[in-house]
């Protein structure tokens, strides 16, 4: 791609969407890796692109991130993902990015991160017109045009597995897209296996991912998901103690409309033992923001005035979600409680 067309894309999607100043997600100062590929992603520099996921791939498996604990390609993925993402986003503007991907995809055969990056434009594209409600509420046509998305995605990946298999970037995006795509929890399992029998790096996305698949929701049942959590904590736990018990009953509890403790048999003990592992590890305070909501959840009187005031003055509202109620009335109410306590 020549630097003239170059700056044709990246003009054309300026007019679609916010100006960079405005829009940037990925803090640099946080993230170098991430908020360079996204950067790329937004100016349609594929040979950035291409350069930043090589440089990524090279790292060993220990090289995580402080703040976030993201190996670099997780933090690749991360940046390039975050033009999906930003606000004001309309069907023109997915249609540009869809366009423009597919070029790369078709001049770079041999490409796996083309080929992923058009696969994972057509995904969101997909999601922009479904929403986010409830399948039975989303309108016919929005119904049809999502499905036929769905299937342009996983058509494209499956028709170049043998290309794809080998990096295991093309697992995540296959264990997404086959989530909506109606694929058994075992094709799902399969893949997710698969990959981290070639490493461990995404581990945490996939385990969440399957673990979302059989929540009640999405076709599943309470049993079903509360028998695999234990398997994942049995599995991993040598390495990692309960932090991926805890990462995966969080992500439950964001979405579920009830107390994961009283109606679960969420571990308490075990989440907190997680959670306060990860908050060492990592300084984004998502995590500390995660122990005290879910320290509050259980009634764990001391734990949560111990998780608050670690966390200060770095609460977001944004991660105290969960219950059925939004994380502003959540953080609210545990620091009344907190404070009313004996």
């Not at 998305?149 to 897209?177: E, G, P, W």
């Not at 949560?304 to 219950?323: P, S």
Request: proline share 4%; charged share 25%.
């Amino acid at each position: 791609m020549n630097t003239r067309m170059l700056h044709a894309l990246g003009a054309a999607l300026l007019t679609l969407a916010l100006s960079p100043a405005q829009a940037w997600i990925q803090d640099a100062d946080k993230d170098s890796l991430a908020a360079r590929a996204e950067q790329a992603m937004w100016w349609g520099d594929f040979e950035a692109l291409e350069q930043l996921y090589v440089e990524a791939q090279k790292q060993p498996q220990t090289a995580l991130n402080a703040w976030n604990g993201s190996h670099p390609v997780q933090s690749f993925r991360s940046g390039m993902a975050s033009a999906f993402k930003y606000g004001n986003l309309n069907g023109a503007y997915f249609r540009e990015l869809e366009k423009l991907t597919e070029g790369w995809a078709r001049s770079r055969p041999d490409s796996v991160l083309a080929q992923l990056v058009y696969a994972r434009a057509l995904y969101a594209h997909a999601w922009h017109v479904r929403g986010t409600s409830y399948w039975q509420s989303v309108p016919a046509p929005a119904k049809a045009e999502f499905t036929r998305l769905i299937a342009k995605a996983n058509k494209h990946l499956s028709d170049r597995a043998k290309l794809l298999m080998t990096d295991t970037s093309s697992h995540i995006y296959l264990v997404m897209i086959g989530r909506v795509s109606n694929w058994t929890f075992e094709q799902l399992e399969a893949i997710a296996e698969d990959s981290l029998r070639r490493s461990p790096a995404d581990e945490d996305s996939l385990y969440e991912e399957l673990a979302a698949e059989l929540m009640p929701k999405w076709g599943g049942s309470w049993p079903e998901l509360h028998r695999y959590v234990e398997a994942v904590d049995a599995r991993t736990k040598a390495r990692r103690g309960h932090e991926a018990y805890a990462l995966l009953w969080s992500m439950v509890a964001s979405s579920y409309d009830g107390n994961i403790f009283a109606d679960l048999r969420a571990d308490w003990p075990r989440i907190k033992q997680g959670y306060e592992s990860l908050v060492a590890k990592r300084a984004d305070p998502h995590y500390a923001n995660r122990l005290a909501y879910l320290a509050c959840t259980a009634r764990a009187l001391p734990a949560a005035r111990a998780a608050l005031a670690q966390l200060g003055d770095r609460a977001d509202a944004g991660d105290w979600r969960g219950g059925g109620a939004a994380g502003t009335q959540n953080y609210e109410a545990c620091v009344r409680w907190v404070n009313e306590a004996r």
